[in-house]
């Protein structure tokens, strides 16, 4: 056992494990409601146990390594005689705290899986439908007034300390919805409904992940998990029910009609007009999100228009074809997403 | 003697290898499919894929009902009423033709009727014609898609085994299909 590398070795992890919390809030070490922070006190306890483990036998076996039978030039010594019942004890000893200590951590898992599961039985819960496409996801706030159902996409804003049931499909293959902060990974299974509950404690922007690998982009399948007080939740819910409004300037309106006679059209919704296709996320409000592309760019008139004109080199295979629009053209389309807030 | 066969056997194995099917997702323009549409579209699986999720896009099978036909001909059978070469399916999509085939290819130059708002890319448009093809088993069998990920209405497109295409006078489109 040499010191140097060994040292260095574990200050690497240190490191690395060190820059595992806090960036830009996708983290299962910095939970923010209830079910992350029960996976979080099951980790600790896997740790802390493993810890004790590890030491223990790396002690064991330097221990061992250094209490050798000597050189070549020391007699080898006759074994004790009651060697076999020794070597029993200590293996047999050593087989039974194995089984206790991983029988125990059985049973934290096992409650920590109960505990989890008791957002379930809340009687009144935000339903959010959660669909997973290659590769973004859509969002549809449930209401039993149909007017009343809003759409959106790659954007789940949530009310603080209230349980939200997320109702979780697929369109295409299989996808995995995973807000780390919040809760572990449930799969989305096309054909099979699945759900999950949440439930943020704290306010704040949290980072998803598509958990399970599905094509191309599945890397750039992100999406954030807006969590705030109920009032500023309603009022957020109040403005996505609304049409998108009416373009007023000349160049909107002329973005307008690029926007419903090009390619955008056929896929994409913009409330309030002709647009209605649903095979791509809904635009009605594009422009009050902080992210496109599934949280691929941020969402400003640049990368807009670089998205637009040509999504195929930001996320090569993504179903949205290049659009060569002449420059007047653009701009105008550009003016008019800008009015969609 | 044999090892040296059996050598040049597991060469021209590894070699066939090689050429590994080129998905493009960025077509450069200018574009024309015409020259390259054999090799890029109908041997190509990626874009025989594409076709098909298009397909359901778009709203095809809203009329073509998956190739069995409902308000639109059938198109896994062999008769054509607008010709089965790739150009004159490209020209159905993108132009329309009468009695409510509608255009994907812009206002500009469509048949009179139905035209859909907004303009369905070339290439995409070429990506459809492929798929059409292999519905009625003109696409080559080792490029065309197996069985569909969702509810079956018909035999996958690899399975299926071309049909002698006859194009049908052009007034055929007036009795119900």
């Not at chain 1, 009416?246 to 006679?261: D, H, I, M």
């Not at chain 1, 791509?280 to 992210?291: K, S």
């Not at chain 2, 009625?136 to 569909?148: E, N, T, V």
Request: hydrophobic content about 40%; overall charge neutral; proline content about 8%.
């Amino acid at each position: 056992m040499s010191g140097r590398p060994f040292l260095v070795g574990t200050a690497a992890v240190g490191l690395a494990a060190a820059g595992c919390t806090g960036i830009n809030n996708q983290s299962a070490l910095d939970p923010a409601g209830v079910q992350a922070g029960r996976i979080h006190g099951l980790w600790d306890l896997f740790l802390a146990v493993c810890v004790i483990v590890y030491v223990l036998v790396m002690a064991f076996v330097i221990w061992a390594v250094a209490r050798r039978r000597g050189g070549s030039d020391r007699p080898v010594t006759a074994p004790p005689a009651n060697q076999d019942l020794r070597t029993g004890v200590i293996v047999g000893g050593c087989v039974v705290l194995t089984v206790v200590v991983l029988f125990g951590l059985l049973i934290a898992d096992f409650l920590t899986g109960r505990g989890i599961d008791s957002l379930a039985a809340d009687a009144d819960p935000l339903v959010v439908k959660v669909t997973g496409h290659q590769w973004w996801w859509e969002v549809e706030y449930q209401d039993p007034v149909p007017s009343h159902v809003v759409t959106t996409a790659n954007e789940i804003h949530i009310p603080v300390g209230r349980t939200v049931r997320v109702e979780l499909s697929s369109s295409d293959v299989i996808h995995s919805f995973w807000v780390p902060n919040l809760h572990g990974k449930t799969d989305m299974i096309p054909g099979r409904p699945t759900r999950t509950f949440l439930r943020a404690d704290r306010e704040g922007l949290y980072w998803g992940q598509c958990a399970e690998f599905c094509g191309h982009q599945h890397a750039n399948m992100r999406l954030q998990v807006v969590a705030r007080p109920e009032a500023e939740f309603q009022a957020w819910l109040a403005a996505q029910r609304r049409p998108a409004p009416e373009p007023t300037a000349e160049s909107q309106k002329r973005g307008q009609q690029v926007f419903l006679t090009r390619s955008c059209v056929l896929c994409h919704t913009v409330a309030g007009t002709t647009a209605q296709s649903r095979v791509g996320p809904p635009l009605t409000h594009v422009a009050g999100r902080a992210r496109i592309a599934a949280g691929t760019l941020p969402n400003t008139r640049g990368h807009l228009g670089g998205w637009v004109s040509d999504p195929q080199s930001v996320k090569p295979g993504v179903r949205m074809p290049p659009n060569p629009l002449a420059p007047d053209e653009l701009r105008a389309l550009l003016d008019y997403l800008e009015t969609l807030k | 003697m044999a090892r040296t066969g059996t050598l040049l056997a597991v060469v021209a194995v590894a070699a066939a290898g090689c050429r590994r099917e080129e998905r493009d997702f960025r077509p450069d323009p200018p574009f024309s499919a015409a020259a390259v549409y054999d090799r890029e579209f109908e041997r190509n699986a990626y874009a025989l894929a594409e076709g098909k999720r298009l397909f359901v896009a778009m709203n095809c099978q809203g009329c073509h009902n998956l190739g069995g036909g409902g308000m639109g001909p059938p198109l896994m059978d062999a008769e054509w009423i607008y010709g089965f070469g790739p150009s004159q399916i490209y020209e159905t999509i993108s132009k329309g033709r009468p009695n409510g085939m509608p255009a994907f290819g812009g206002p500009e130059g469509a048949t009179p009727g139905v035209t859909v708002a907004g303009t369905l890319p070339e290439y995409q448009r070429w990506q459809l014609v492929a798929y059409v093809r292999s519905l009625s088993g003109l696409a080559d069998k080792d490029a065309a898609p197996s069985r569909s990920d969702h509810m079956k209405g018909k035999p996958p497109e690899n399975s299926k085994d071309p049909e002698a295409p006859q194009v049908a006078p052009p007034d055929a489109g007036d009795k119900p299909k």
